[in-house]
Every structure is written in C-alpha cells, then in structure tokens.
Nanobody, 127 residues
Framework: QVQLVESGGGLVQAGGSLRLSCAASGRTFSGYVMGWFRQAPGKEREFVAGITWNAGLTYHADSVKGRFTISRDNAKNTVYLQMNSLKPEDTAVYYC????????????????????WGKGTLVTVSS
C-alpha cells in the first residue's frame, strides 16, 4: 500500500521557519516527481514546489520563491520543504504528492491526475 506521510507542521510566528517532511513507502519512487501543494481555507489548492527524481530540476511558486526550498533524499524515500521567513498568508494545510508526470506539466500545475497524495499537515503562521 502506497503511503505518503507528512510531518513537521505546527504553529510558528511570522518570520520563523519550519521544515516539512514527507516519507514515502509502499513502492519504489524511482522516476517520480515529488511535490508540495497547499490549501488555505476558502482558497484554491496551490502547487508550491516540486522536484524531479534526480533533483536536477525544481519548481517553486512565485509566492514562495526565495523563502522555501524543496529537496529530497532518495535513499530515505523522503522529500522536504524548508520554509523560512514565514508569513501569515502561508497558513494552510500542506500536502505531499507524487506522480510520474513532468514537473512543468498540467498535472502538477493543476493538481489534477496526481497519482499519490498524503493526508496533509497544518501550518499556522501567527502575526
């Protein structure tokens, strides 16, 4: 059974940092793109960051560029999202995802058709 399990969410003050982790299990994720989405209350799901299998290509949304960094450790089947200089508008449930679709393809930009999803971890940034 494939599982993506997120951890590392919590409450932090504006300007603070958090590191999210996503541990993948149940199959080999060789060749899979891994990524993070977020959804705030009343807002649409947003593709935040993604990374290819060999980490040769990454994507970061303009809203987080320069503050968030995605990375992965294939030996541990884990992907990370380092979040610095957090803002109240970063408050959301963050979801880990995995798919073989190209990082800059429609599946990742829209979030539709993604193979695997985690259950999410809540990040709350207080002002």
């Amino acid at each position: 059974q494939v599982q993506l399990v997120e951890s590392g969410g919590g409450l932090v003050q504006a300007g603070g940092s958090l590191r999210l982790s996503c541990a993948a299990s149940g199959r080999t994720f060789s060749g899979y793109v891994m990524g993070w989405f977020r959804q705030a209350p009343g807002k649409e799901r947003e593709f935040v960051a993604g990374i290819t299998w060999n980490a040769g290509l990454t994507y970061h949304a303009d809203s987080v560029k320069g503050r968030f960094t995605i990375s992965r450790d294939n030996a541990k089947n884990t992907v990370y999202l380092q979040m610095n200089s957090l803002k109240p508008e970063d408050t959301a449930v963050y979801y880990c995802a995995a798919d073989t679709a190209g990082l800059y393809g429609r599946s990742w930009s829209s979030g539709y058709g993604i193979d695997y999803w985690g259950k999410g971890t809540l990040v709350t940034v207080s002002s």
